[in-house]
Structure formats: structure tokens, C-alpha cells
Nanobody, 122 residues
């Protein structure tokens, strides 16, 4: 069973940058797809982006395209979410999750981390 742990959240000013990490432990496979999601207060959890664990096949939500970058490091067994040009609308709890195939549907991600808070001040 794969376990995921996010880190790197915090408070940042609008226009700033932050990098989130998602460390995996347990059995992993290069075919696994790692997704990032976020949930703002009072809102549904939404898709942010995803990457295949082996690298490649990145895909982003329109709201973050051009500002966020997802990468995978097989040696460190970690996935990263580099966020730049942040706005207060990016404030949310960010989660990483694993799925057995390429998808953006949160219901198809079976393994989730505990989340890390990102707060962007104006």
C-alpha cells in the first residue's frame, strides 16, 4: 500500500511562489499517475494537475496552466508542485493522490495524502 505525505505549504504573498512536495512510501509503480488537487473553504475539491510517476504526460487545470508545474523524481520517490504568481484564489488545502491510470477525476484516485495548507495573502 502506497502512503503519501505532502509538505511545503505555508503563507505567501500574492505574486509569490511556493513548492509543494509529495513523498511516497510503500509499493510504487512507474505506471501510477500522481495528481494534485486542492480544496478551498466551502468548495469542492478540484483537480490541479497530474503527472505519470515515471515522468511525462503532465496535464493542468486551466486555472493554473502556465503558473504551476508538476514534476516527478523517481530517485527520491517524490512528486512536486511548483507554484508561481500565486493569487488569493489559490488559497486552499493541497492534496496529492495516486491513480492507476491517467485521469483528472478525483473519484478515481484511490490513495490520498493528508493535505498541506497554502494561504496566499493579498
Amino acid at each position: 500500500q502506497v502512503q503519501l505525505t505532502e509538505s511545503g505549504g505555508g503563507l505567501v504573498q500574492a505574486g509569490g511562489s511556493l513548492r509543494l512536495s509529495c513523498a511516497a512510501s510503500g509499493r510504487t509503480s512507474s505506471n501510477i499517475v500522481m495528481g494534485w488537487f486542492r480544496q478551498a473553504p466551502g468548495k469542492e475539491r478540484e483537480f490541479v494537475g497530474r503527472v505519470r510517476w515515471a515522468g511525462g504526460n503532465t496535464y493542468y487545470a486551466d486555472s493554473v496552466k502556465g503558473r504551476f508545474t508538476i514534476s516527478a523524481d523517481n530517485a527520491k520517490i517524490a512528486v512536486y508542485l511548483q507554484m508561481s504568481n500565486l493569487t488569493p484564489e489559490d488559497t486552499a488545502v493541497y492534496y496529492c493522490a495516486g491513480a492507476p491510470y491517467l485521469t483528472i477525476q478525483k473519484s478515481e484516485y484511490g490513495v490520498w495524502g493528508q493535505g498541506t495548507q497554502v494561504t496566499v495573502s493579498s
